[in-house]
T-cell receptor, first 113, second 115 residues
C-alpha cells in the first residue's frame, strides 16, 4: 500500500463548482497533515494544515478522519486560479523529531469558464 | 513574507560532474530539508538537517550526496558524480523550531539537467 494515496484526476469543473479531494495514508502513527498546492513546474505551496476537528480557510475546508486514515479537501465556489495539482502531505513522525514530509502524487484540478 | 531562496534556478551539467545546489532558508528556521521531484512524479524526501548534522536521510541519499551549512545562512546539496537519473527538480525547505505540525516552506527549486 502506498504511504499516501490520492486519486490523480484530473477533475474538470466549471467556475463556481464545489469539488472534493480525498486522500488516504498508511501509517496510523502519523501526526501532522497538510494540503499543499503545486502549479506546473513550481514549488509546493502550503494551502492549509489539517486538524482533527476539521478546519476552514475561506473557500477551503479540510477534514481528517484518524480512524479511517483519511483526509479530505473541499473547495467551494471554484475559481480559474484554483487550477493546480493538490498534494496531500503527511508527517509520519510523532511530535518533535525532524519531520520529513511524505507526499501523495497529487490530484489535478482544472477549472474552466 | 520571508522566503526560502534557491540558486541557480536551472543547472545543466555533464554526467559524472559534481554539482552544488544552494539554498538560503528563512532566517529564524532551524530545520532544513532537501526534496526532489523527477518530472511527472511525486515529491520525494532526500534529507533533513538540524543542529549542523543530518537527522534523517532516505534511500535515495547515497554516498554521492552530501549536505552542508557552511555559514549561518546557506544550506547546500552536493552531488559528487552526477548520473542521468539525477535529473530532477530539487527543492529546499525549512521549518521553524517547534512541534511537528509546523509546516515546511519550500524554495522555488533548482531544475537539474544531466546530459
Amino acid at each position: 500500500r502506498k504511504e499516501v494515496e490520492q486519486d490523480p484526476g484530473p477533475f474538470n469543473v466549471p467556475e463556481g463548482a464545489t469539488v472534493a479531494f480525498n486522500c488516504t495514508y498508511s501509517n496510523s502513527a502519523s501526526q501532522s497533515f497538510f494540503w499543499y498546492r503545486q502549479d506546473c513546474r513550481k514549488e509546493p505551496k502550503l494551502l492549509m494544515s489539517v486538524y482533527s476537528s476539521g478546519n476552514e480557510d475561506g473557500r477551503f475546508t479540510a477534514q481528517l478522519n484518524r480512524a479511517s486514515q483519511y483526509i479530505s479537501l473541499l473547495i467551494r465556489d471554484s475559481k480559474l486560479s484554483d487550477s493546480a495539482t493538490y498534494l496531500c502531505v503527511v508527517n509520519p513522525r510523532a511530535a518533535g523529531g525532524y519531520n520529513k514530509l511524505i507526499f501523495g502524487a497529487g490530484t489535478r484540478l482544472a477549472v474552466h469558464p | 513574507e520571508p522566503e526560502v531562496t534557491q540558486t541557480p534556478s536551472h543547472q545543466v551539467t555533464q554526467m559524472g560532474q559534481e554539482v552544488i545546489l544552494r539554498c538560503v532558508p528563512i532566517s529564524n528556521h532551524l530545520y532544513f530539508y532537501w526534496y526532489r521531484q523527477i518530472l511527472g512524479q511525486k515529491v520525494e524526501f532526500l534529507v533533513s538537517f538540524y543542529n549542523n548534522e543530518i537527522s534523517e536521510k532516505s534511500e535515495i541519499f547515497d554516498d554521492q550526496f552530501s549536505v552542508e551549512r557552511p555559514d549561518g545562512s546557506n544550506f547546500t546539496l552536493k552531488i559528487r558524480s552526477t548520473k542521468l537519473e539525477d535529473s530532477a527538480m530539487y527543492f529546499c525547505a525549512s521549518r521553524i523550531l517547534g512541534r511537528g505540525d509546523q509546516p515546511q516552506h519550500f524554495g522555488d527549486g533548482t531544475r537539474l539537467s544531466i546530459l
